[in-house]
């Protein structure tokens, strides 16, 4: 099926701006020649599209700046929003970063998996600026996923890769949802199935004091139990340093209204637990985990109904809860479109 994009795109609010693009987006299978032909299209500079644990990342060479500038133009990413460069292990980071202890603590505990470290940028590591917007720091992270890993491997480079939808929609869990939000703006697609996480790395920042700068995958309980002290907050006005970051943002179509216990007229109502039935649930059971893997997926196929306002149950804030809150919350924020 061929995808062609709009042309002229914005060029305001930082952005970068398509003039024209038109693509074959194509689909490509998750085996060997699929996996070599998703690195050949890196190598020459295109944006493919890959399975993690978390979601589908919209992936580029890392060191190449006109490469990186495509992910900006093709999500209509404003350019101050960071972007996290994907690397084998811990062994490749510290190419790209000014390691330190504790980041090697975290790493050694988490590494492959749902973390993402933001680190002081080593001078010159040969990363394109645009992957740090200006920060003098880097986001990695290795992800859990057999097909990603094998992507790093077969390129032997570091991949930029934010969430592969358009800026501030919901994130893909499924090769289709790329397709859907992505089609015609990039080269290609590695279809991996249904990412498991279902929501994106958590994000710690390593300066003078942890910090939690994104809720995620990994709960902040768990990465606080390996430090043995807990994550700061972040401090409130200060300039975005890590994707998720901006106040709306995984947002569907769809109004939200959030800690709904009933439907009202023109709502359909995300249920979780037995308490919240709800016209679809997250997790009957009460399940956060099923939650967390469902939820992205749950608002895609809730967006293309025809329901004016998407009501969502109440989530626990504790474990998983604090990142599917957090996604819920940008979710529904006033968005200025």
């Given amino acids: 099926m061929r995808h062609q994009a709009r042309r002229g795109a914005t060029r305001d609010k930082g952005h970068i701006g398509l003039d024209e693009i038109h693509h074959d987006t194509r689909m490509l299978a998750a085996d060997a020649d699929g996996i070599a032909e998703a690195a050949l299209l890196l190598g020459q500079g295109a944006l493919v ?7 589908y990342g919209l992936g580029a060479d890392a060191r190449n700046g006109e490469a990186v500038a495509r992910i900006f133009a093709a999500k209509d990413r404003p350019q101050f929003n960071p ?4 690397v084998a292990d811990a062994e490749a980071a510290q190419h790209y970063a000014e390691w330190s202890d504790m980041a090697d603590r975290l790493a050694a505990a ?16 040969g990363l394109s600026p645009l992957v740090s917007a200006g920060q003098p720091s880097v986001a990695l992270r290795a992800p859990d ?7 790093l491997a077969a390129f032997g480079g570091p991949v930029a890769a934010p969430s592969a939808n358009p800026s501030g929609r919901i994130s893909p869990t499924r090769a289709a949802h790329v397709m859907a939000g992505l ?29 939690l ?18 994550l700061a907050a972040p401090v409130s006005g200060a300039a975005v340093m890590s994707p998720g970051q901006l106040a709306s943002h995984y947002a569907p179509r769809a109004r939200m209204r959030l800690n709904a216990q009933e439907a009202r007229a023109d ?36 967006d293309a109904g025809a329901a004016g306002t998407i009501a969502v149950a109440p989530i626990p804030e504790r474990g998983l809860g604090r990142a599917i809150n957090d996604r819920l919350r940008r979710a529904a924020a006033p968005r200025g479109e």
């Avoid at 972007?83 to 994907?86: E, F, G, P, S």
């Avoid at 700068?213 to 807990?230: C, S």
């Avoid at 039935?277 to 893997?293: F, N, Q």
């Fill in 213 to 230: 700068l994104r809720p995620g995958g990994l709960p902040a309980e768990v990465i606080e139990a390996a430090l043995g002290m807990p």
């Fill in 183 to 211: 089609g015609g703006r990039i080269a290609a697609i590695i279809d991996g199935g249904a990412c498991p996480v279902g929501v994106e790395s958590t994000i710690v920042g390593l300066g003078d004091v942890p910090t």
């Fill in 49 to 55: 599209a890959f399975p993690t644990e978390t979601v």
């Fill in 110 to 125: 988490f590494w492959p998996g749902p973390l993402t470290l933001v680190l002081p940028l080593r001078a010159g590591c």
């Fill in 83 to 86: 972007l996290i460069v994907h």
């Fill in 145 to 151: 996923h057999p097909v990603g890993a094998a992507l």
């Fill in 267 to 302: 709502e359909v109502l995300l249920g979780f637990g037995p308490d919240v039935r709800g016209d679809y649930t997250l997790s009957a059971s009460g399940d956060l985990v099923a939650a967390a893997a469902r939820l992205f997926d749950m608002l895609h196929e809730l």
